[in-house]
């Protein structure tokens, strides 16, 4: 079960079907993610994060730190 799915969607007082709209996939399929019946994908956990901004260890319950991590700067290879 994913808790903080559905804290940070209600705290934005948005419905499964408008959250199931951002992601491009229906309600039930946003729902099963709410309740864990379905894993979440990496890509769909890392637009959540970002949607949330938030950290993905957030959505997962593996912190309590609710701050996205600063992101890496890419290096150039020539």
Same mark, same amino acid.
Request: net charge neutral; proline share 5%.
């Given at each position: @079960? =994913?808790?903080? /799915?559905?804290?940070?969607?209600? %705290?934005?007082? @948005?419905?499964?079907?408008? @959250?199931?709209? #951002?992601? +491009? @996939?229906?309600?039930?399929? &946003?729902? !099963? &993610?709410?309740?864990? *019946?379905? %894993?979440?994908?990496?890509?769909? /956990?890392?637009?959540? $994060? %970002? &949607?949330?901004?938030? +950290? #993905?260890? &957030? /959505?997962?319950?593996?912190?309590?730190?609710? *701050?996205? =991590?600063?992101? $890496? !700067? !890419? !290096?150039?290879?020539?």
């Amino acid at each position: @079960m =994913y808790p903080r /799915l559905r804290d940070l969607r209600e %705290d934005k007082d @948005m419905s499964q079907t408008e @959250m199931g709209k #951002i992601l +491009s @996939m229906s309600q039930t399929g &946003y729902s !099963k &993610y709410e309740t864990g *019946e379905n %894993d979440i994908p990496t890509s769909i /956990l890392i637009q959540l $994060a %970002d &949607y949330h901004n938030t +950290s #993905i260890d &957030y /959505l997962l319950n593996i912190t309590d730190v609710k *701050e996205p =991590y600063p992101r $890496a !700067k !890419k !290096k150039r290879f020539l």
